[in-house]
């Protein structure tokens, strides 16, 4: 029998994204990441889930509990080797305390969970525990937006006259879709990513070469667990933690950064990993940077380091969480984010 990946989207409607790839139905959805994927995997998913609409003003969504069982059966099935979320958005977390994490303790292989932004708490949740691996990593519906937004932050030009970034987007969305599935292969397959992390050193010292097991993602969301039986799996108490945004005012920003402080996670924490914030066309980072000054201890100078790869941006970098990675100086104050290819590997 062949191993599975299963396709999730328990978040924000995939109908304007297989618009967009031009798949009218879910099941042509699945049959082309099929041929992405290739034989050896056998690609699932709920069609009634992935074809599914949102509506605001009537809760969002209105199968909590089929989106919330689609997640368990995946994960206590040990034919299952990943779960691959389709896109982020909205009204995920409310489905958690449905979903009885506990079928991992049967699973007799460990299974991987690859998303981002909304779906941050299902990827610690699942990282933590020991049949768990977690990737923070888009979701391929977020291609689109990626690539219009990169080309538009990068003013690229053809022939000496400016592209259209929509245009540029949808030129370059098969491709971008055809590298995202090889790479999630090449993860599972235990052959790592060709999407290395670069970051800057921007607050505090380290050393040449150190060991980091990081936790978090976005920063919205991973508030959702503070004060929640789940809260440990996001905590930093020795080790790093991840954050990243989008489309929120700094005002917002800080309120959450009170949270986390309130909270304590500041007290073991053992550093931060600044990924990308952006409202709008505006670089948020270096306002999240003072921002955090006025937050972190004063007793201690917790180490920061920022990068550009990973959060809502395209290209886009994946990274385990709870796993750990290896963060390298390659410069004065230029270090990698490394890991071992093989602890990602399902088959």
Same mark, same amino acid.
């Given at each position: 029998?062949?191993?599975?990946?299963?396709?999730? $989207?328990?978040?924000?409607?995939?109908?304007?994204?297989?618009?967009?790839?031009?798949?009218?139905?879910?099941?042509?959805?699945?049959?082309?990441?099929?041929?992405?994927?290739?034989?050896?995997?056998?690609? #699932? /998913?709920?069609?009634?889930?992935? @074809?599914?609409?949102?509506?605001?003003?009537?809760?969002?969504?209105?199968?909590?509990?089929?989106?919330?069982?689609? =997640?368990?059966? $995946?994960?206590?099935?040990?034919?299952?080797?990943?779960?691959? #979320?389709?896109?982020?958005? +909205?009204?995920?977390?409310?489905?958690?305390?449905?979903?009885? &994490?506990?079928?991992?303790?049967?699973?007799?292989?460990?299974? @991987?969970?690859?998303?981002?932004? *909304?779906?941050?708490?299902?990827?610690?949740?699942?990282?933590?525990?020991?049949?768990? !691996?977690?990737? %923070?990593?888009? /979701?391929?519906?977020?291609?689109?937006?990626?690539?219009?937004?990169? +080309?538009?932050?990068?003013?690229? %030009? $053809?022939?000496?006259?400016?592209?259209?970034?929509?245009?540029? +987007?949808?030129?370059?969305?098969? *491709?971008?879709?055809? $590298? &995202?599935?090889?790479?999630?292969?090449?993860?599972?397959?235990?052959?790592?990513?060709?999407?290395?992390?670069?970051?800057?050193?921007?607050?505090?010292?380290?050393?040449?070469?150190?060991?980091?097991?990081?936790?978090?993602?976005?920063?919205?969301?991973?508030?959702?667990?503070? /004060?929640?039986? %789940?809260?440990?799996?996001?905590?930093?108490?020795?080790?790093?933690?991840?954050?990243?945004?989008?489309?929120?005012?700094?005002? !917002?920003?800080?309120?959450?950064?009170?949270?986390?402080?309130?909270?304590?996670?500041?007290?073991?924490?053992?550093?931060?990993?600044?990924?990308?914030?952006?409202?709008?066309?505006?670089?948020? #980072?270096?306002?999240?940077?003072?921002?955090?000054?006025?937050?972190?201890?004063?007793?201690?100078? =917790?180490?920061?380091? !920022? #990068?550009?790869?990973?959060?809502?941006?395209?290209?886009?970098?994946?990274?385990?969480?709870?796993?750990?990675?290896?963060?390298?100086?390659?410069?004065?104050?230029?270090?990698?984010?490394?890991?071992?290819?093989?602890?990602?590997?399902?088959?």
């Amino acid at each position: 029998m062949r191993r599975a990946i299963h396709l999730i $989207a328990p978040a924000g409607s995939c109908g304007k994204f297989l618009s967009q790839l031009g798949v009218p139905t879910p099941e042509d959805f699945l049959s082309l990441v099929q041929d992405q994927v290739g034989p050896d995997f056998l690609i #699932t /998913g709920d069609q009634q889930i992935i @074809a599914a609409e949102e509506d605001e003003e009537a809760g969002g969504r209105g199968d909590d509990r089929r989106r919330a069982q689609d =997640i368990q059966q $995946a994960l206590g099935d040990s034919n299952v080797v990943a779960l691959v #979320t389709v896109r982020g958005g +909205a009204w995920f977390s409310r489905i958690l305390r449905h979903i009885d &994490f506990n079928v991992l303790n049967s699973r007799t292989t460990p299974v @991987a969970v690859f998303g981002f932004s *909304e779906l941050t708490t299902l990827v610690n949740i699942v990282a933590a525990h020991s049949n768990g !691996r977690g990737v %923070y990593d888009m /979701g391929p519906a977020f291609l689109p937006y990626g690539l219009r937004r990169h +080309a538009t932050v990068n003013a690229k %030009y $053809a022939k000496g006259q400016p592209i259209d970034p929509s245009r540029w +987007a949808v030129d370059h969305l098969p *491709e971008s879709f055809q $590298a &995202f599935w090889s790479d999630v292969v090449s993860m599972i397959r235990g052959n790592g990513t060709k999407r290395a992390i670069t970051s800057t050193l921007v607050r505090g010292k380290m050393p040449e070469q150190s060991e980091a097991v990081l936790v978090g993602g976005n920063l919205v969301v991973l508030c959702s667990l503070v /004060g929640t039986p %789940y809260q440990s799996t996001i905590r930093p108490d020795g080790k790093w933690l991840l954050l990243e945004e989008i489309d929120e005012k700094p005002e !917002r920003i800080d309120r959450y950064l009170a949270n986390l402080t309130l909270a304590g996670f500041w007290q073991e924490c053992q550093g931060l990993l600044l990924g990308d914030f952006h409202r709008n066309g505006q670089d948020l #980072t270096p306002i999240v940077e003072s921002l955090l000054s006025y937050h972190l201890p004063s007793d201690r100078l =917790i180490p920061i380091l !920022r #990068t550009q790869q990973i959060g809502h941006v395209w290209p886009m970098s994946p990274l385990p969480l709870h796993t750990p990675v290896t963060l390298n100086r390659t410069s004065n104050r230029t270090y990698s984010v490394d890991w071992c290819p093989s602890s990602l590997q399902m088959v």
